[in-house]
């Protein structure tokens, strides 16, 4: 990965939130898949926003999906 690489954006549908504590777990979750640099997390759109550079999406909804939530692409 380069330096210079072009910065990604993608935009999961995330069910079963319900409180913030909720939208801090995703957020983890998701900051912790390998190139990503940012998750911001919106309960009352139900979605998560994901930067980063070559991140793997399977990776972001395997990553919501272990802490009990469900994530797919929106």
Known sequence: MSLFSKKETVTLNVEGMH???CVARV???LEGVD???NAQVSLEQNNAV??????????LTAAVDA???KATLA
């Open 50 to 59: 994901v930067e980063g550079h070559g991140f793997d999406t399977t990776a």
């Open 35 to 37: 190139g990503v640099t």
């Open 19 to 21: 409180c913030p504590k």
């Open 27 to 29: 957020k983890d979750a």
């Open 67 to 69: 802490i009990d939530f």
